[in-house]
């Protein structure tokens, strides 16, 4: 072992244990500073006017009325934009005030400060906006055809992004079986309960410090400054309390509108958003259209697999061509296939736009090929469980990009360790009403409630792949208080719920074997840790965080050295000593230090990943594959078409568990989000106009909703990755969906299409 | 108007409440306990749970002036002290936390259950816990805390 190799732990609270959050204590006591907690004395109170029409042209706007309502300080439009009235994370294409056309229900044409939320929203409503309404495109087929509105004229286009995967030769393949399918993918919400929130505060040098719930201060950083036409640096963000994330704050909400309101009545602006105001406030999950064709040897061999995946991104682009990079290239799951020809689109209609959650474009191409190989598994007379091993991939395995796997890829393990979990007891005769679907709604007592048991395996990438240059930025001191050594841990990653914070003092602890560890408030004053997203902070802010905490020990040893006058070689340090084989213990850390700090900042960037070729999709696009399989069984009331999920089992790799307690809690939240879209969760829109934005009408799991669920965590190490580990937080998500409907058809006999599976396609009623 | 209310065993006293200012309005934004939570306003998601004169109820769904003379008790009035009521210890203990967001409202919901039922069958607990929804979880370690709860407020009986 080198020296950098060297563990210095042996306190507790390190890599591999599960210390409690940082943050639960002041969680639990109703503490914790949330986006939406945020005071100060002489705030004001920013309310958004949002267009209900899914497609018009702006003829004009009269906000005299809005600045009669006593208590308005301020009514802004597009022409109050100091900067460029345009921001996208990908693709700059949405503007922060609808100028001359609205392109989605919901989109900011006006904002408002006033000194009560009431007041501000009431103004608002006073502005009058003279619309010419448009026909709007809805249809995501319908936008890709040639006499279609182009809805965005710069792009030339509504296709977005055309991804092509060509692998082997798909053409001229022939198969013992083939089978075919078209199935649907809802729009979900991540329906975090957090709203949108933050408070924008003027700065004396003229600059805005805002406190926001994010995924990444950096990009929001850089789009507010763009917007506000401010030099980088007078933009200064602070993480406020997140609740809940799950990819829809990546984008930008009411970063902008909360500055442009401060910076205009130079007074600290809040705004927070209400549930429905929510609803329109952030991007939503894709939409998704596939269709599939599964060839496979009479054994139960993949020969080829065909497919068109259209994918609606809504009125804006949002991440919709990363989405689609997803889609595409995990596009026929883990499994070996020799011959693949993949198409994915992602297009612009007049739909609420869409982009990244949990799973993000994984989520529907997991739906659609593991509807197909049970689909293939029935046509073979075969096991479903059984074919999926045949096929399975490993390490090793070619992908359809051409990428080898080159790290542990237990799919078949994974899928054998559910298989093989025993199976929960049969339904009691005399059932608790609230074990049985409708519940205490008393809708059946048994008759008409069978067993269904389903299997799924889903793949997802693990950070932002194709190419882009993905880094987090860690600075860790190390210094002694009252002499005893703590260590501050600095990052600008966002705690988002995840546990983050926990983390990176468990690395801390682990890499200087310092008991205190202090993580500071993520914020823009160090570098970029890049997004809370892609199941990557683990992965990157956990490798920069190691790499800083590397340094200063090289560093600190360097010191020991020199103080002492001893060799370099062979000091090690530990438990808060420096020792060598040969001295022994030489000196207490904390009086080694005295008032000396120790420094130092690491930008640290993953292996690089290459772009996809644009025609053939070939290309080393991912730096890691991560797996995770389920089993769902339920018992559905087929005469009425009620679900109750008796029990999900999951087995996912993580290569290796940093915070074991947060593993499950990951594989539990993103298996709860899979369920939800399997059976209940859909943003419903119609001619472009959204019919549910509520928690009555839009609906979660709750906690009647949501099974036992049985966890198996395999940690087999990725040799590329800090301590081998795996992004853990988005594979269960995928897998969970499809092993829930599956379990659904093989109760009823039905083929199940689309999801979320309504009361109606179980009964045919529709 | 101006609203007298009990809030965590104080009389507190709230000036130049606007009619339509709901209870959870006023504790946050008048009265300095942001501690419940403004998730759905509409009594679905349970984030804002308070009990009002010893009953668990969505205090976004209660006007504030309903609340005159009577007694509220909020997640910030529940520990004693530093000390954590047991319902909170067990939260922190088992990574029933996540983002957190919904947990001030599950502990006062969980806290009303033990009270009422000391040690509560699994489907009591999901009963009882239903009107509050998590978006991080997936319940799991909700129902470990409060499993933990319920025998740490018996084992303490």
Redesign the interface.
């Given at each position: 072992m080198t020296s950098t190799e060297q563990r210095s732990g042996t306190v507790a609270g390190g890599v591999g244990e599960?210390p409690?959050?940082p943050?639960?204590?002041v969680?639990?006591?109703?503490?914790?500073?949330?986006s939406?907690?945020l005071?100060r004395e002489d705030m004001l109170w920013g309310a958004t006017l949002r267009t209900p029409h899914p497609y018009a042209r702006i003829r004009s706007i009269d906000i005299s009325e809005a600045l009669k309502l006593p208590g308005v300080k301020a009514v802004l439009t597009h022409e109050d934009v100091p900067g460029e009235n345009i921001y996208g994370l990908e693709h700059p294409d949405q503007p922060v005030l609808a100028a001359e056309v609205v392109r989605y229900q919901g989109e900011p044409v006006a904002i408002v400060a006033a000194d009560?939320p009431?007041t501000a929203r009431r103004a608002a409503a006073r502005i009058d906006i003279d619309y010419e309404v448009l026909e709007p495109v809805v249809d995501s087929e319908a936008a890709m055809a040639p006499d279609a509105t182009v809805l965005h004229p710069d792009h030339g286009s509504n296709v977005v992004r055309h991804v092509p995967i060509q692998h082997g030769d798909p053409d001229s393949a022939t198969a013992d079986v083939v089978v075919t399918g078209e199935y649907e993918v809802g729009m979900q919400d991540?329906?975090?309960?957090?709203?949108e929130s933050g408070l924008a505060v003027p700065a004396e040098d003229g600059g805005i410090d805002l406190y926001v719930a994010t995924q990444w201060l950096h990009v929001d950083q850089k789009q507010v400054a763009v917007a506000l036409g401010m030099p980088v640096d007078k933009i200064r963000l602070h993480l406020a309390?997140?609740?809940?994330?799950?990819g829809a704050r990546e984008d930008l909400s009411m970063q902008v509108h909360a500055c442009m309101l401060a910076q205009y009545t130079g007074k600290p602006v809040k705004i927070?958003y209400?549930?429905e105001e929510s609803f329109f406030g952030h991007v939503h999950r894709h939409p998704a259209r596939l269709r599939y064709e599964h060839g496979a040897t009479k054994d139960g061999k993949l020969v080829y697999v065909k497919t068109r995946m259209v994918l609606d991104g809504g009125a804006y682009a949002s991440t919709t061509a990363a989405v689609a990079g997803n889609a595409a290239t995990l596009g026929v799951g883990p499994y070996v296939v020799p011959n693949v020809r993949i198409d994915c689109y992602g297009v612009y209609t007049n739909n609420p736009p869409c982009g990244a959650m949990r799973g993000f474009g994984a989520v529907q191409a997991c739906f659609g090929y593991e509807s197909q190989m049970d689909k293939l598994a029935a046509a073979l007379g075969m096991d479903p469980v059984e074919l999926r091993v045949r096929n399975a991939i490993d390490e090793g395995a070619v992908m359809p990009t051409g990428q080898v796997v080159d790290s542990p890829a237990p799919a078949a393990r994974l899928l054998e360790l559910v298989r093989d979990r025993p199976l929960p007891a049969e339904r009691a005769a005399e059932a608790?009403l609230?074990?049985l679907p409708g519940g205490?709604s008393n809708t059946t007592h048994g008759e008409g409630v069978r067993r269904g048991v389903g299997y799924a395996i889903g793949i997802k990438n693990v950070g932002f792949s194709e190419g882009f240059d993905d880094y987090s930025t860690a600075r860790v001191r190390l210094l002694a208080v009252d002499g005893e050594p703590l260590v501050s841990v600095h990052t600008a990653a966002a705690e988002?719920?995840?546990?983050l914070v926990t983390l990176q003092a468990q690395i801390a602890r682990t890499e200087l074997g310092v008991a205190q560890v202090s993580v500071e408030q993520a914020d823009t004053s160090v570098g970029s840790a890049g997004s809370s997203s892609a199941s990557r902070q683990s992965y990157v802010t956990g490798g920069a965080v190691r790499e800083a905490c590397r340094q200063v020990r090289d560093a600190v040893l360097d010191l020991a050295a020199q103080r002492l006058d001893v060799a370099r070689a062979g000091l090690e340090l530990s438990g808060g000593k420096i020792a060598s084989a040969e001295h022994g213990v030489l000196v207490e850390l904390g009086e080694l230090l005295g008032s000396t700090s120790i420094e130092r900042i690491v930008e640290w960037r993953h292996r690089p990943t290459h772009p996809l070729d644009p025609v053939t999709g070939q290309g080393n696009a991912h730096v890691q594959y991560a797996l995770a399989a389920h089993r769902a069984v339920v018992d559905v009331d087929v005469d009425l078409g009620l679900i109750k999920v008796v029990e999900l089992a999951c087995a996912q790799d993580v290569g290796k568990a940093i915070n074991p307690?947060?593993v499950?809690?990951q594989i539990?939240?993103?298996?709860?989000?899979g369920l939800g879209l399997a059976i209940m969760e859909e943003i419903q829109v119609s001619g472009g106009v959204v019919r549910n934005p509520?928690?009555?009408d839009y609906l979660?799991?709750?906690?009647?909703d949501?099974p036992?669920?049985a966890v198996d965590v395999l940690e087999l190490a990725d040799p590329h990755a800090p301590y081998g580990l795996r992004g853990v937080g988005e594979p269960p998500t995928i897998s969970s969906t499809p092993a829930v409907v599956a379990a659904i058809r093989a109760a009823t006999g039905r083929a199940l299409t689309r999801i979320p599976v309504r009361p109606e396609h179980i009964t045919s009623t529709d | 108007m101006r609203v007298n209310v009990e809030v965590n065993g104080k009389q507190r006293t709230a000036d130049d409440v606007?009619e339509?200012e709901s209870l959870l309005y006023v504790l946050?934004?008048r009265l300095?306990?942001?501690?419940?939570?403004?998730?759905?306003?509409?009594g679905?998601?349970g984030?804002c749970t308070v009990y009002l004169d010893g009953v668990p109820v969505c205090s976004c769904l209660v006007a504030a002036g309903q609340t005159e003379g009577r007694s509220v008790r909020?997640?910030?009035g529940?520990?004693d002290g530093d000390k954590?009521d047991p319902v909170?210890?067990a939260?922190?203990?088992e990574?029933a936390?996540?983002?957190?967001?919904?947990?001030?409202g599950l502990?006062v919901a969980a806290h009303d259950l033990i009270a009422r039922t000391p040690n509560p069958s699994d489907?009591e607990?999901?009963?009882a816990?239903?009107?509050?929804?998590?978006?991080?979880?997936?319940?799991?370690?909700?129902?470990d805390a409060v499993r933990t709860a319920a025998a740490a407020a018996g084992g303490g009986q």
């Open positions: 599960s409690t959050r943050d639960g204590v969680k639990v006591r109703g503490e914790f500073a949330y939406s907690d005071w009560h009431e991540q329906a975090f309960l957090g709203p309390g997140v609740g809940g994330a799950f927070v209400g549930r608790d609230r074990d205490v988002v719920g995840q546990g307690d947060a499950l809690g539990h939240g993103g298996t709860a989000q509520s928690f009555t979660i799991p709750t906690i009647l949501m036992p669920m | 606007w339509g946050r934004e300095g306990l942001p501690g419940a939570k403004n998730a759905c306003e509409q679905e998601c984030s909020t997640v910030e529940l520990a954590l909170q210890a939260f922190v203990a990574g936390v996540q983002c957190g967001f919904c947990t001030p502990i489907a607990i999901r009963e816990l239903a009107g509050n929804l998590c978006r991080c979880t997936g319940y799991e370690k909700i129902m």
